[in-house]
Protein backbone atom coordinates (compact mmCIF):
# COMPACT_ATOMS: atom_id res chain seq x y z
CA UNK A 1 0.00 0.00 0.00
CA UNK A 2 1.36 2.97 -1.36
CA UNK A 3 0.01 5.94 0.87
CA UNK A 4 0.99 9.84 0.14
CA UNK A 5 1.66 10.84 3.53
CA UNK A 6 4.17 13.89 2.07
CA UNK A 7 1.01 15.22 -0.22
CA UNK A 8 0.19 17.63 2.94
CA UNK A 9 2.82 19.57 4.74
CA UNK A 10 1.45 17.45 8.13
CA UNK A 11 2.23 14.50 7.07
CA UNK A 12 -1.08 13.28 7.72
CA UNK A 13 -3.74 11.69 5.98
CA UNK A 14 -7.39 11.30 6.64
CA UNK A 15 -8.36 8.13 7.80
CA UNK A 16 -12.63 7.35 7.51
CA UNK A 17 -13.92 4.98 9.76
CA UNK A 18 -16.82 2.63 9.11
CA UNK A 19 -18.23 -0.25 10.38
CA UNK A 20 -17.11 -3.59 8.68
CA UNK A 21 -20.89 -5.06 9.29
CA UNK A 22 -23.37 -2.61 9.17
CA UNK A 23 -20.96 -0.27 6.74
CA UNK A 24 -22.14 2.56 8.65
CA UNK A 25 -19.04 5.67 8.61
CA UNK A 26 -18.62 6.16 12.46
CA UNK A 27 -16.07 8.84 12.70
CA UNK A 28 -13.43 10.77 10.75
CA UNK A 29 -10.16 10.59 11.96
CA UNK A 30 -6.29 11.39 10.50
CA UNK A 31 -3.08 8.88 10.48
CA UNK A 32 0.32 9.36 10.28
CA UNK A 33 2.88 6.88 9.16
CA UNK A 34 3.31 5.72 12.52
CA UNK A 35 0.08 6.11 13.47
CA UNK A 36 -0.52 3.60 10.49
CA UNK A 37 1.73 1.02 11.15
CA UNK A 38 0.86 1.18 14.83
CA UNK A 39 -2.77 -0.10 13.40
CA UNK A 40 -1.58 -2.74 11.25
CA UNK A 41 0.73 -3.92 14.20
CA UNK A 42 -2.13 -3.57 17.04
CA UNK A 43 -5.08 -4.21 15.17
CA UNK A 44 -6.40 -1.27 16.76
CA UNK A 45 -7.16 2.18 15.31
CA UNK A 46 -4.87 4.35 16.38
CA UNK A 47 -4.52 7.55 14.93
CA UNK A 48 -2.41 10.79 15.53
CA UNK A 49 -3.92 13.33 17.71
CA UNK A 50 -3.67 17.30 16.30
CA UNK A 51 -4.91 18.18 19.55
CA UNK A 52 -2.47 16.02 21.79
CA UNK A 53 0.12 16.07 19.31
CA UNK A 54 0.40 12.39 19.53
CA UNK A 55 -0.59 8.95 18.62
CA UNK A 56 -3.59 8.25 19.76
CA UNK A 57 -5.35 4.44 20.12
CA UNK A 58 -8.90 5.14 19.86
CA UNK A 59 -10.32 3.92 23.35
CA UNK A 60 -6.86 3.58 25.49
CA UNK A 61 -8.84 5.63 27.84
CA UNK A 62 -12.82 4.74 27.61
CA UNK A 63 -12.08 1.06 26.49
CA UNK A 64 -14.43 2.15 23.15
CA UNK A 65 -11.93 0.27 20.67
CA UNK A 66 -11.88 0.26 16.95
CA UNK A 67 -10.79 -3.45 16.15
CA UNK A 68 -9.18 -3.40 12.53
CA UNK A 69 -10.64 -5.17 9.65
CA UNK A 70 -9.42 -4.08 6.61
CA UNK A 71 -7.76 -0.94 5.37
CA UNK A 72 -8.23 0.92 2.05
CA UNK A 73 -6.83 3.35 0.12
CA UNK A 74 -8.30 5.69 -2.97
CA UNK A 75 -7.70 6.16 -6.00
CA UNK A 76 -5.21 9.34 -5.00
CA UNK A 77 -3.13 7.75 -2.54
CA UNK A 78 -4.22 10.02 0.25
CA UNK A 79 -7.39 8.88 1.98
CA UNK A 80 -7.87 5.72 3.83
CA UNK A 81 -10.90 4.11 4.05
CA UNK A 82 -10.85 1.71 7.58
CA UNK A 83 -13.36 -1.18 8.32
CA UNK A 84 -13.95 -1.89 11.66
CA UNK A 85 -15.12 -4.10 14.53
CA UNK A 86 -16.49 -1.20 17.09
CA UNK A 87 -16.06 -1.98 20.75
CA UNK A 88 -18.67 0.41 22.53
CA UNK A 89 -19.79 3.42 21.22
CA UNK A 90 -16.96 5.57 18.77
CA UNK A 91 -17.97 9.25 19.94
CA UNK A 92 -16.24 10.73 23.07
CA UNK A 93 -19.79 12.21 23.63
CA UNK A 94 -20.91 8.59 23.99
CA UNK A 95 -23.32 8.16 20.87
CA UNK A 96 -22.56 5.02 17.91
CA UNK A 97 -21.00 7.56 15.82
CA UNK A 98 -19.64 11.04 15.43
CA UNK A 99 -23.29 11.97 13.81
CA UNK A 100 -25.22 11.41 17.03
CA UNK A 101 -26.35 8.00 14.53
CA UNK A 102 -27.46 4.73 15.90
CA UNK A 103 -25.14 2.34 14.27
CA UNK A 104 -27.79 -0.12 13.54
CA UNK A 105 -27.62 -2.71 10.20
CA UNK A 106 -29.59 -0.91 7.96
CA UNK A 107 -31.23 -2.34 4.23
CA UNK A 108 -32.14 0.78 2.43
CA UNK A 109 -36.25 0.81 1.76
CA UNK A 110 -36.28 -3.01 3.43
CA UNK A 111 -35.81 -1.37 6.81
CA UNK A 112 -38.00 1.72 5.87
CA UNK A 113 -40.96 -0.70 4.83
CA UNK A 114 -39.90 -2.91 7.99
CA UNK A 115 -40.20 0.74 10.40
CA UNK A 116 -43.75 1.30 8.65
CA UNK A 117 -45.12 -2.86 9.52
CA UNK A 118 -44.04 -1.98 13.10
CA UNK A 119 -45.67 1.29 13.45
CA UNK A 120 -48.71 -0.08 12.02
CA UNK A 121 -48.52 -3.25 14.12
CA UNK A 122 -48.05 -1.28 16.94
CA UNK A 123 -50.28 1.83 16.59
CA UNK A 124 -53.46 -0.11 14.39
CA UNK A 125 -55.59 2.86 16.05
CA UNK A 126 -53.29 5.36 14.37
CA UNK A 127 -54.88 4.69 10.93
CA UNK A 128 -56.88 1.89 9.51
CA UNK A 129 -54.70 0.62 6.60
CA UNK A 130 -53.92 -2.87 5.16
CA UNK A 131 -51.60 -3.92 7.17
CA UNK A 132 -52.59 -3.35 10.82
CA UNK A 133 -55.75 -5.42 9.23
CA UNK A 134 -53.94 -8.49 8.83
CA UNK A 135 -52.18 -8.03 12.10
CA UNK A 136 -55.59 -7.90 13.79
CA UNK A 137 -56.69 -11.08 12.33
CA UNK A 138 -53.87 -13.24 13.52
CA UNK A 139 -50.74 -15.17 12.39
CA UNK A 140 -53.02 -17.55 10.71
CA UNK A 141 -54.75 -15.20 8.52
CA UNK A 142 -50.62 -13.92 7.83
CA UNK A 143 -49.51 -16.94 7.20
CA UNK A 144 -51.90 -17.40 4.67
CA UNK A 145 -51.30 -14.53 2.77
CA UNK A 146 -47.78 -15.66 2.51
CA UNK A 147 -48.94 -19.17 1.02
CA UNK A 148 -50.96 -17.62 -1.13
CA UNK A 149 -48.37 -14.82 -2.72
CA UNK A 150 -45.96 -17.88 -2.95
CA UNK A 151 -48.15 -19.74 -5.19
CA UNK A 152 -48.90 -16.84 -6.99
CA UNK A 153 -44.90 -16.05 -7.58
CA UNK A 154 -44.21 -19.53 -8.74
CA UNK A 155 -47.11 -19.45 -10.99
CA UNK A 156 -46.04 -16.08 -12.74
CA UNK A 157 -42.74 -17.58 -12.63
CA UNK A 158 -43.36 -19.94 -15.21
CA UNK A 159 -44.63 -17.34 -17.46
CA UNK A 160 -43.17 -14.65 -19.35
CA UNK A 161 -44.93 -11.72 -18.44
CA UNK A 162 -41.78 -10.39 -16.14
CA UNK A 163 -44.01 -7.82 -14.78
CA UNK A 164 -46.53 -9.62 -13.26
CA UNK A 165 -43.65 -11.84 -11.80
CA UNK A 166 -41.66 -8.77 -10.12
CA UNK A 167 -45.84 -7.79 -8.74
CA UNK A 168 -46.15 -11.14 -7.15
CA UNK A 169 -42.62 -11.21 -5.80
CA UNK A 170 -42.95 -8.21 -4.20
CA UNK A 171 -46.38 -8.90 -2.99
CA UNK A 172 -44.86 -12.30 -1.37
CA UNK A 173 -41.60 -10.52 0.10
CA UNK A 174 -44.30 -7.52 1.47
CA UNK A 175 -46.44 -10.26 3.41
CA UNK A 176 -42.98 -12.20 4.37
CA UNK A 177 -41.47 -8.87 6.32
CA UNK A 178 -45.48 -9.02 8.18
CA UNK A 179 -45.15 -12.92 8.51
CA UNK A 180 -42.01 -12.14 10.06
CA UNK A 181 -42.93 -9.48 12.66
CA UNK A 182 -46.24 -11.23 13.83
CA UNK A 183 -43.59 -13.91 15.44
CA UNK A 184 -41.38 -11.57 16.85
CA UNK A 185 -38.51 -11.40 14.47
CA UNK A 186 -37.30 -8.88 11.96
CA UNK A 187 -35.17 -9.62 8.47
CA UNK A 188 -31.96 -8.60 10.52
CA UNK A 189 -32.69 -12.04 12.42
CA UNK A 190 -33.02 -14.23 8.88
CA UNK A 191 -29.62 -12.42 7.51
CA UNK A 192 -27.68 -13.87 11.17
CA UNK A 193 -28.94 -17.42 9.68
CA UNK A 194 -27.88 -17.22 6.71
CA UNK A 195 -24.48 -15.45 7.63
CA UNK A 196 -24.11 -18.23 10.13
CA UNK A 197 -24.90 -20.79 7.20
CA UNK A 198 -22.35 -19.46 4.91
CA UNK A 199 -19.45 -19.66 7.96
Known sequence: MNIDFNKNSDGLVPAIIQDAQTKNVLMLGYMNEDAFEKTKASGMVTFFSRTKNRLWTKGEESGNVLNLVDIKLDCDNDTLLVFV?????????????????????????????????????????????????LFGKGINKIAQKVGEEAVETVIEAKDQNDDLFLNESADLLFHYLILLQAKGYQLNDIISVLKQRHK
Open 85 to 133: NPKGPTCHTGTDTCWHEENKQSYGFLSQLEQIITDRKDNPEKESSYVSS
